[in-house]
Protein backbone atom coordinates (compact mmCIF):
# COMPACT_ATOMS: atom_id res chain seq x y z
CA UNK A 1 0.00 0.00 0.00
CA UNK A 2 2.88 2.60 0.02
CA UNK A 3 3.11 6.13 1.81
CA UNK A 4 -0.99 5.81 1.32
CA UNK A 5 -1.95 2.91 3.60
CA UNK A 6 -2.78 3.75 7.63
CA UNK A 7 -0.56 5.15 9.32
CA UNK A 8 0.24 6.31 13.25
CA UNK A 9 0.81 9.98 13.93
CA UNK A 10 4.72 9.82 15.23
CA UNK A 11 2.91 13.00 17.71
CA UNK A 12 0.46 10.85 19.01
CA UNK A 13 1.34 9.86 23.06
CA UNK A 14 -0.49 7.43 25.44
CA UNK A 15 -3.10 8.82 27.12
CA UNK A 16 -2.78 9.47 31.14
CA UNK A 17 -4.23 7.48 33.61
CA UNK A 18 -6.60 10.49 34.47
CA UNK A 19 -7.46 10.70 30.42
CA UNK A 20 -8.23 7.42 30.40
CA UNK A 21 -10.96 7.34 33.25
CA UNK A 22 -12.49 10.55 32.02
CA UNK A 23 -12.53 9.19 28.42
CA UNK A 24 -14.18 5.80 30.08
CA UNK A 25 -17.23 7.74 32.22
CA UNK A 26 -17.95 9.65 29.03
CA UNK A 27 -17.97 6.09 26.97
CA UNK A 28 -20.39 4.90 29.81
CA UNK A 29 -22.47 7.85 29.58
CA UNK A 30 -22.85 7.25 25.54
CA UNK A 31 -24.93 4.79 24.93
CA UNK A 32 -24.50 5.67 21.06
CA UNK A 33 -20.75 5.29 21.16
CA UNK A 34 -20.67 2.46 23.77
CA UNK A 35 -22.48 0.27 21.19
CA UNK A 36 -20.66 1.15 18.21
CA UNK A 37 -17.59 -0.04 20.02
CA UNK A 38 -18.70 -2.98 21.47
CA UNK A 39 -20.19 -3.90 17.70
CA UNK A 40 -16.89 -3.19 16.10
CA UNK A 41 -14.79 -5.20 18.43
CA UNK A 42 -17.04 -8.23 18.11
CA UNK A 43 -18.20 -7.84 14.52
CA UNK A 44 -15.58 -5.95 12.49
CA UNK A 45 -12.02 -6.37 14.23
CA UNK A 46 -10.69 -8.22 11.42
CA UNK A 47 -11.74 -5.21 9.08
CA UNK A 48 -8.38 -3.95 8.09
CA UNK A 49 -7.73 -7.84 6.65
CA UNK A 50 -9.26 -7.28 2.94
CA UNK A 51 -11.74 -5.14 1.58
CA UNK A 52 -15.25 -7.04 2.45
CA UNK A 53 -14.69 -6.75 5.90
CA UNK A 54 -13.78 -3.13 5.49
CA UNK A 55 -16.45 -2.66 3.36
CA UNK A 56 -19.19 -4.26 5.93
CA UNK A 57 -17.69 -2.06 8.77
CA UNK A 58 -18.17 0.97 6.04
CA UNK A 59 -21.79 0.23 5.85
CA UNK A 60 -22.39 -0.23 8.98
CA UNK A 61 -20.66 2.98 10.50
CA UNK A 62 -22.90 4.57 7.64
CA UNK A 63 -25.91 3.30 7.91
CA UNK A 64 -25.98 4.17 12.01
CA UNK A 65 -24.23 7.47 11.94
CA UNK A 66 -26.08 9.09 8.71
CA UNK A 67 -29.03 9.98 10.60
CA UNK A 68 -26.87 12.11 12.56
CA UNK A 69 -24.92 13.74 10.50
CA UNK A 70 -27.94 14.34 8.41
CA UNK A 71 -29.40 16.35 11.58
CA UNK A 72 -30.85 19.57 10.82
CA UNK A 73 -28.20 20.37 13.79
CA UNK A 74 -25.55 18.70 11.46
CA UNK A 75 -26.20 20.73 8.73
CA UNK A 76 -26.30 23.67 9.72
CA UNK A 77 -22.42 23.15 11.54
CA UNK A 78 -20.21 25.71 10.32
CA UNK A 79 -17.77 22.92 8.87
CA UNK A 80 -20.07 21.47 6.75
CA UNK A 81 -21.87 24.71 5.49
CA UNK A 82 -18.17 25.82 4.37
CA UNK A 83 -17.65 22.72 3.04
CA UNK A 84 -21.21 22.47 0.69
CA UNK A 85 -20.43 25.96 -0.52
CA UNK A 86 -16.82 25.42 -1.41
CA UNK A 87 -17.89 22.88 -3.58
CA UNK A 88 -20.72 24.16 -4.90
CA UNK A 89 -19.07 27.35 -5.79
CA UNK A 90 -16.02 25.09 -7.64
CA UNK A 91 -18.46 23.36 -9.67
CA UNK A 92 -20.92 26.26 -10.98
CA UNK A 93 -17.53 28.36 -11.97
CA UNK A 94 -16.96 25.47 -14.47
CA UNK A 95 -20.14 25.89 -16.70
CA UNK A 96 -24.10 25.84 -16.11
CA UNK A 97 -25.90 22.40 -16.26
CA UNK A 98 -23.30 20.28 -15.98
CA UNK A 99 -23.70 16.02 -15.15
CA UNK A 100 -22.45 15.87 -11.70
CA UNK A 101 -21.11 12.18 -9.97
CA UNK A 102 -21.85 12.21 -6.33
CA UNK A 103 -20.05 9.84 -5.01
CA UNK A 104 -20.39 8.50 -1.58
CA UNK A 105 -23.02 10.92 -1.19
CA UNK A 106 -24.56 10.45 1.93
CA UNK A 107 -27.25 12.53 3.25
CA UNK A 108 -27.44 13.66 -0.35
CA UNK A 109 -26.86 17.86 0.79
CA UNK A 110 -23.89 18.62 -1.38
CA UNK A 111 -26.06 17.02 -4.30
CA UNK A 112 -29.30 18.93 -3.27
CA UNK A 113 -27.06 22.21 -3.39
CA UNK A 114 -25.69 21.59 -6.88
CA UNK A 115 -29.29 21.14 -7.86
CA UNK A 116 -30.48 23.88 -6.68
CA UNK A 117 -27.95 25.58 -9.29
CA UNK A 118 -29.30 23.66 -11.99
CA UNK A 119 -26.53 20.67 -12.68
CA UNK A 120 -27.78 17.15 -13.34
CA UNK A 121 -26.49 14.87 -10.18
CA UNK A 122 -26.57 11.02 -9.96
CA UNK A 123 -25.64 9.94 -6.79
CA UNK A 124 -23.99 6.76 -5.79
CA UNK A 125 -23.72 5.07 -2.00
CA UNK A 126 -22.71 1.84 -0.52
CA UNK A 127 -25.49 -0.97 -0.52
CA UNK A 128 -27.79 -0.19 2.06
CA UNK A 129 -26.80 3.26 2.81
CA UNK A 130 -28.24 4.13 -0.78
CA UNK A 131 -31.85 2.90 0.73
CA UNK A 132 -31.44 4.66 3.54
CA UNK A 133 -30.23 8.12 1.68
CA UNK A 134 -33.28 8.15 -0.76
CA UNK A 135 -35.87 6.69 1.74
CA UNK A 136 -34.71 8.72 4.61
CA UNK A 137 -33.36 11.87 2.83
CA UNK A 138 -34.85 12.23 -0.53
CA UNK A 139 -31.70 11.24 -2.45
CA UNK A 140 -32.94 10.53 -5.85
CA UNK A 141 -31.28 9.10 -8.91
CA UNK A 142 -28.83 7.34 -6.57
CA UNK A 143 -27.76 3.97 -7.42
CA UNK A 144 -26.20 1.12 -4.44
CA UNK A 145 -22.64 0.26 -6.12
CA UNK A 146 -18.25 0.31 -4.93
CA UNK A 147 -16.95 3.55 -5.87
CA UNK A 148 -13.95 1.44 -6.83
CA UNK A 149 -15.77 -0.19 -9.53
CA UNK A 150 -17.94 2.66 -10.87
CA UNK A 151 -21.15 1.35 -13.22
CA UNK A 152 -21.23 3.85 -16.52
CA UNK A 153 -19.87 4.31 -19.11
CA UNK A 154 -16.63 5.61 -19.86
CA UNK A 155 -16.42 9.97 -20.80
CA UNK A 156 -20.38 10.15 -19.06
CA UNK A 157 -19.73 13.10 -16.51
CA UNK A 158 -18.47 16.94 -16.50
CA UNK A 159 -17.81 16.43 -12.96
CA UNK A 160 -17.07 13.70 -9.91
CA UNK A 161 -17.53 15.34 -6.31
CA UNK A 162 -15.65 12.71 -3.86
CA UNK A 163 -16.40 14.46 -0.11
CA UNK A 164 -14.89 13.06 2.63
CA UNK A 165 -14.18 9.68 0.69
CA UNK A 166 -10.61 8.75 0.03
CA UNK A 167 -9.73 7.99 3.36
CA UNK A 168 -12.71 5.58 3.63
CA UNK A 169 -11.68 3.64 0.69
CA UNK A 170 -9.97 0.57 0.90
CA UNK A 171 -8.22 1.46 -2.46
CA UNK A 172 -8.13 4.89 -3.11
CA UNK A 173 -6.31 4.68 -6.69
CA UNK A 174 -8.71 2.35 -8.19
CA UNK A 175 -11.27 5.37 -7.21
CA UNK A 176 -9.27 7.83 -8.79
CA UNK A 177 -8.55 5.62 -12.10
CA UNK A 178 -12.42 5.22 -12.61
CA UNK A 179 -12.84 8.84 -11.75
CA UNK A 180 -10.78 9.33 -14.70
CA UNK A 181 -12.52 7.05 -17.23
CA UNK A 182 -16.08 8.19 -16.79
CA UNK A 183 -15.75 11.87 -16.77
CA UNK A 184 -15.96 13.57 -19.99
CA UNK A 185 -12.18 15.57 -21.52
CA UNK A 186 -11.39 18.33 -19.39
CA UNK A 187 -13.34 17.20 -16.84
CA UNK A 188 -12.85 17.81 -13.51
CA UNK A 189 -12.64 15.64 -9.80
CA UNK A 190 -13.17 17.82 -6.75
CA UNK A 191 -11.91 15.78 -3.41
CA UNK A 192 -12.61 16.91 0.04
CA UNK A 193 -11.42 15.80 3.23
CA UNK A 194 -9.31 16.23 6.64
CA UNK A 195 -5.88 17.07 5.72
CA UNK A 196 -2.92 15.34 7.57
CA UNK A 197 -2.05 12.43 10.29
CA UNK A 198 -5.11 13.75 12.36
CA UNK A 199 -7.67 12.31 10.12
CA UNK A 200 -6.59 8.93 11.77
CA UNK A 201 -8.35 10.06 14.68
CA UNK A 202 -11.64 8.37 13.14
CA UNK A 203 -11.94 4.70 12.99
CA UNK A 204 -13.79 4.41 9.74
CA UNK A 205 -10.63 6.05 7.89
CA UNK A 206 -8.28 3.88 6.55
CA UNK A 207 -5.19 6.71 5.19
CA UNK A 208 -4.82 10.61 5.13
CA UNK A 209 -3.88 12.46 2.49
CA UNK A 210 -2.95 16.25 2.08
CA UNK A 211 -2.17 17.90 -1.15
CA UNK A 212 1.18 16.95 -2.27
CA UNK A 213 0.21 13.31 -1.78
CA UNK A 214 -2.97 13.69 -3.37
CA UNK A 215 -0.94 15.59 -6.52
CA UNK A 216 0.99 11.71 -6.45
CA UNK A 217 -1.21 9.91 -6.24
CA UNK A 218 -3.24 11.67 -9.52
CA UNK A 219 -0.31 12.46 -11.01
CA UNK A 220 -0.57 11.33 -14.92
CA UNK A 221 -4.48 11.60 -14.66
CA UNK A 222 -4.90 14.71 -13.51
CA UNK A 223 -3.30 18.43 -12.50
CA UNK A 224 -4.51 20.68 -9.87
CA UNK A 225 -6.68 23.17 -10.70
CA UNK A 226 -7.69 24.88 -7.27
CA UNK A 227 -7.15 24.07 -3.81
CA UNK A 228 -9.05 25.84 -0.20
CA UNK A 229 -8.84 24.81 3.26
CA UNK A 230 -11.23 25.32 5.63
CA UNK A 231 -11.70 25.85 8.87
CA UNK A 232 -10.51 23.83 11.01
CA UNK A 233 -13.65 24.98 13.22
CA UNK A 234 -14.84 21.55 15.26
CA UNK A 235 -12.83 19.08 12.98
CA UNK A 236 -9.32 18.04 14.89
CA UNK A 237 -7.19 19.67 11.57
CA UNK A 238 -7.96 21.85 8.60
CA UNK A 239 -10.25 20.23 5.59
CA UNK A 240 -8.71 20.69 2.36
CA UNK A 241 -10.86 21.11 -0.69
CA UNK A 242 -9.02 20.33 -4.12
CA UNK A 243 -10.17 20.11 -7.44
CA UNK A 244 -8.51 18.79 -10.33
CA UNK A 245 -8.51 18.62 -14.37
CA UNK A 246 -8.41 15.62 -15.99
CA UNK A 247 -5.85 15.07 -18.11
Known amino acids: MGKF ?3 ICQSC ?4 IKEQVLGLKSLISNPY ?13 RRYNDKKSWTEWQIYDAYISMPQHGSKES ?48 SIELPKVA ?11 IIACDAETLPF ?10 AELLEHLWNPHAFVEE ?5 KTSGHLIVSGLEGPEALRYDTHKQYFHERSLKNMLKGLFALYIVKRLGPFEAPTYTIVASFCKV
Open 131 to 141: LLAKKGFGVNS
Open 13 to 16: RYPT
Open 75 to 122: CTRPLNVSRIKTISNIVNSLGVGLKVLDVGCGDGSIGRSLRKAGHQVV
Open 5 to 7: SRK
Open 33 to 45: LLKRIIVRELFHR
Open 179 to 183: AHRVL
Open 153 to 162: RDGVFDVVVA
